[in-house]
């Protein structure tokens, strides 16, 4: 499928806010720049990416931030990481609901998504062939829940991939749980989903995180 068709797949059946910045980040990045004069590239938040990248074991990491209007969330698209507001103010040590540490554990996610080539693993799924053969329109439960399912895919994919560097695997958690926190349990899952649940994402990463080190982190891998 090509790269139009599905942007344009992607565009009718789901929010792209939810997809990581598997779509062209440029329409975001340019209506962002537009309406925050403070948005646009941010020098010390690309060195703290790239800091992450590196701890993850990713060699001369070119990733660029870009700081948004949007209040909460990271995106990764193309080579870059849009960070939000509230984000990035807990790396800049400013005021936040949430700490610089969280925050890195949520960057290192969005890293894994750019490692492991997600947009392109994504084009390639038998979801997108079906559409572009005319087997199912992108309109269809039946699309939509294929798609959920390998976003849920690779998302999981990007959870374990901070297990690269245990510490960044360990804040990736420290900020599920501040999630949970503040907006409660997760709904049941559904088909529909195109996350794991956020206790289901804790449960596989404080695992593989226990393994990694042997469990030795009384905080997390106390098992009595």
């Given at each position: ?20 910045g ?22 010390y ?31 990764a ?13 807990a ?9 610089a ?6 960057l ?13 693993s994504?084009l ?59 907006s409660?349990?997760?709904v049941?899952?559904?088909?529909f ?6 206790e ?25």
């Amino acid at each position: 499928m090509s790269i139009n068709n599905y942007n344009s797949v992607l565009d009718s059946v789901t929010n792209t806010s939810r997809f990581h910045g598997l779509l062209s980040t440029l329409p975001w990045m340019v209506r962002d720049m537009v309406k925050c004069k403070s948005c646009g590239f941010n020098d010390y938040l690309t060195q703290k990416v790239r800091d992450i990248a590196s701890q993850l074991g990713i060699l001369d990491p070119q990733y660029v931030a870009i700081k948004t209007s949007e209040k909460e969330g990271a995106i990764a698209g193309d080579n870059h990481i849009l960070i939000s507001q509230e984000y990035a103010a807990a790396l800049e040590n400013a005021t936040s609901l949430f700490t610089a540490e969280e925050v890195e554990g949520t960057l290192a996610h969005e890293i894994g998504h750019l490692a492991l080539d997600h947009s392109n693993s994504l084009l390639a799924d038998p979801c997108f062939d079906a559409v572009d053969n005319g087997l199912i329109k992108p309109s269809s439960d039946t699309f939509q829940i294929c798609l959920a399912k390998a976003n849920r895919q690779i998302e999981k994919q990007a959870d374990l991939f901070t297990l690269r560097e245990p510490s960044l695997a360990k804040k990736l958690i420290q900020m599920m749980k501040k999630w949970l926190l503040l907006s409660g349990s997760s709904v049941p899952s559904s088909s529909f989903d195109h996350h794991p649940r956020t206790e289901t994402r804790i449960d596989y990463l404080r695992e593989g995180y226990c393994d990694t080190v042997q469990y030795n982190d009384i905080d997390l891998c106390n098992i009595s």
